[in-house]
Each structure stands twice: as C-alpha cells, then as structure tokens.
C-alpha cells in the first residue's frame, strides 16, 4: 500500500544512470535556490524597519542609509558571484571554492554552515507560516 502511494504521489524511481550529469534549468533552479536568498531579503528589511518604527519616527531617517547599505552589499555579492561563475564553470560552490582557496577544513566549515542555514531557513519559514495559523485558532 505504501508503495503504491509513494508511486502515485512522487512517481517512478529514476535508474542511477538517470541522475547523473543533469543539469536544472534557469527556472527550475531559480525555484529551487532562490528560497533562501528571497527568505533572508525579506526578514532582515521587515526586521530593520520594525526596530526603526519602535524607536520612534524620527529613527526612519536611518532606515535610508540601511537601504542604501543593503543596496552596496548586494552588488558586492553580485560581482562574487560573477567572479566564481567565471572561476567555476563547471559548478562552484562554497565547499568546492572554500577547499580550493582555503583548504579542506575552511570547506567543511563552509559545507555545514550552509546546511545549518538551510535547516534553519526552513524552520523560520515554517514557524512565520504557521503564527497566523496559531492566532487564528486561539479565538
């Protein structure tokens, strides 16, 4: 029964000559990866401006400058990804740039980091998606 349903919900297992060498595409890797990057983008801008409205209006003149900042971070990440696009064609991420620049340890360091973040990307998601829900039922 269990299979069936697994069958049904997921579909048929692929043959392990299957998965190797596929490459996603542009949409469906922007689907795929972009969830932590949208997530981080829309707490830490929900985040500042709540911190600047509790201190008082006359904190959101600051809240110019933190975009601004915000704004340089982001085209400095931008041109490192374009540095590492180039440096990597084949596929670099942070473990494989880390080990190459710094060493296996720094890429094991960067590895599970990025798990961690994932992880608790997911678990931030889900508690945000959730809260409505709880408020909902306590009436």
């Not at 697994?6 to 490459?23: M, N």
């Not at 904190?59 to 374009?82: E, H, P, R």
């Amino acid at each position: 029964m269990w299979r069936y349903l697994k069958r049904l919900l997921i579909g048929k297992p692929l043959k392990t000559t299957d998965e190797g060498g596929q490459a996603l595409t542009k949409f469906k890797a922007l689907a795929l990866l972009s969830s932590d990057a949208l997530s981080s983008v829309a707490y830490g801008t929900e985040q500042i401006t709540t911190v600047l409205i509790t201190l008082s209006a006359a904190a959101l003149m600051y809240q110019m400058w933190v975009a601004l900042l915000v704004l340089v971070l982001l085209f400095a990440i931008t041109l490192s990804y374009q540095q590492i696009i180039h440096a990597y064609p084949s596929g670099g991420g942070a473990y494989v740039v880390a080990s190459t620049n710094w060493g296996t340890s720094a890429g094991l360091v960067a590895g599970g980091s990025l798990l961690v973040d994932y992880m608790l990307t997911v678990a931030v998601s889900v508690t945000s998606g959730l809260m409505p829900l709880s408020r909902q039922f306590q009436r």
